[in-house]
DNA sequence: GAATTTCGTAACTGACCGGTTACTTCCCCG
DNA sequence: CGGGGAAGTAACCGGTCAGTTACGAAATTC
């Protein structure tokens, strides 16, 4: 219509446009749901249009499918990108623990996705094919680590590596997922530097507390 | 008001009909969230109708907060009916922390709950008057049973009551929150009894540990 | 038993929403 | 350089949903 060329923008870039549309739909999913996201408003805020969704993605849970899959391959890669295997036990168990820790508090959207996923019961994770190869090397490197540190005398025995990974996440998600209605509750800012850093000092605490002998 | 007439039949029963709507309410909220829920549906679910449900609650925010902060309630009178000042430091901890555990496994519309409350920033929460004195005596017996442990010598020292409950609610709650994504993850059925008991265990022993001078 | 209040039903409204389609624009390649 | 297909636009469609209202039935009160 009114548009005429707005210089070398407008052409054909289809992966900028796929990009774009799942940033924008990252961005409407995390702040308001499955249910409560918005196909226009995602359109608009991507600077395309409902159609591109409905080319590439077939429709709202396709996008919402691919939305997490990325999300979770984003988390991993960055996770992977650690060299833990080289450190000392306690020392790579609270790099993973305060990694995890900043991470949620980079990634409020990451939190937001998987609690609205959750609240679906995991029904559109599981038809996915790519999620589970995704943690066996993780739960390589913990076991690593576990080994060695038991072999060393600075680790316990008897620990279930995805029991201990899931402590590890469990300490750095729910304070991040529950930091508002925690806030709340506590007439605290829990979101404060200072609240954050309190906090994942004492998480690495509980982690190695638990790991000693 | 009126009151103290039963009647067996279907006469006007102003409480039982709000406690229908209630019930209807919290089902779908957490089956749905904020955005999915249905009005239509609650309606239905409750036995009773529309009207009645914006007579009482005003309207869907307004029953969304009610449903809230009954379920906060229902919590923490569950937890302040144990006595845990009378019992030995460790055992109260230990009983706090799995009393939480259960009440997440018990409970997963509570779960639900929060998770969406959360997802809105805990908007509706902070109108909320009552939420905040729910607290305060739970900390005080946790402050108290850390003082008791600490000069018996079987806790540590400088712990943060606040920081000691959010990481006994984040064991409990992760769990039961991310259950079906972990449980994709990890091939597991984390619901199962057996993995519950488990993780139950696991968790008491990571408070525990942690408290250990 | 009449007046008044409470409860219930169903139709209605106006906004909204996921998804589709008719149509235009633009790029690429022959 | 021109035709075909991919990329993009906006109107549109059928359905849905929160919230309202009109009206009647029943219960409570006086």
Not at 38 to 49: H, K, Q, T
Not at 54 to 82: D, P
Not at 96 to 115: G, Q, T
Not at 162 to 171: C, E, H, K, R
Request: glycine letters at 6%; aromatic letters at 10%.
């Amino acid at each position: 219509m009114t548009k005429s060329k707005p210089a070398a923008k407008k052409s054909r870039q289809p992966d900028v446009t796929r990009r774009n549309i799942l940033d924008a739909a990252l961005y409407e999913f995390a702040a308001k749901g499955l249910a409560g996201a918005r196909v226009d408003e995602i359109a608009a805020r991507s600077g395309s249009n409902k159609r591109m969704i409905y080319e590439y993605f077939g429709n709202k849970e396709g996008l919402w499918l691919t939305v997490l899959e990325n999300a979770y391959a984003r988390m991993r890669e960055e996770e992977h990108a650690i060299d833990v295997a080289r450190m000392k036990p306690e020392e790579g168990m609270r790099y993973l623990m305060e990694f995890n820790f900043k991470f949620c508090s980079r990634n409020p959207e990451f939190i937001a996705l998987l609690n609205a996923e959750n609240l679906h019961k995991a029904s559109y994770l599981k038809d996915s094919k790519k999620i589970r190869e995704l943690y066996t090397p993780l739960l390589v490197v913990i076991t690593d680590l576990l080994q060695r540190g038991q072999k060393s005398g600075v680790f316990r025995k008897n620990v279930d590596p995805v029991d201990l990974y899931t402590t590890i996440a469990a300490l750095g998600f729910f304070y991040f997922s529950n930091v508002h209605t925690l806030s709340t509750i506590f007439g605290r800012n829990l979101l404060s530097q200072k609240e954050q850093k309190a906090r994942m000092e004492h998480s690495s605490d509980v982690i190695l507390g638990y790991l000693r002998p």
